[in-house]
């Protein structure tokens, strides 16, 4: 069974960093694409970055290119999202996802 378990979400001022970890389990780690979303009160859930495991090719949403980068531990089947420079517009519930599994989420909230 796929499990997405992430972490690392917290309270931290504007201008500040967090790094977000999304441990995966339950399926063959090197195949495939893992996507980090985040959802706002009131607001639709939107894709913030994704990587391909096999590669490492990424991508960003306009919003955060600049100030979030994705990468992986494949050893030990995780993805991180470093988050810097952190706007109270980023404040969210953050999700990883694989394929039609998601993770529980992390609060990431960003006072100004």
């Known amino acids: 069974e796929v499990q997405l378990v992430e972490s690392g979400g917290g309270l931290v001022q504007a201008g500040g960093s967090l790094r977000l970890s999304c441990a995966a389990s339950?399926?063959?780690?090197?195949?495939?694409?893992i996507g980090w979303f985040r959802q706002a009160p009131g607001k639709e859930r939107e894709g913030v970055s994704c990587i391909s495991i096999s590669d490492g090719r990424s991508d960003y949403a306009d919003s955060v290119k600049g100030r979030f980068t994705i990468s992986t531990d494949n050893v030990k089947k995780t993805v991180y999202l470093q988050m810097n420079s952190l706007k109270p517009e980023d404040t969210a519930v953050y999700y990883c996802?694989?394929?039609?599994?998601w993770g529980q989420g992390t609060q990431v909230t960003v006072s100004s």
């Open positions: 339950g399926f063959t780690f090197g195949r495939y694409i």
């Open positions: 996802r694989l394929d039609d599994y």
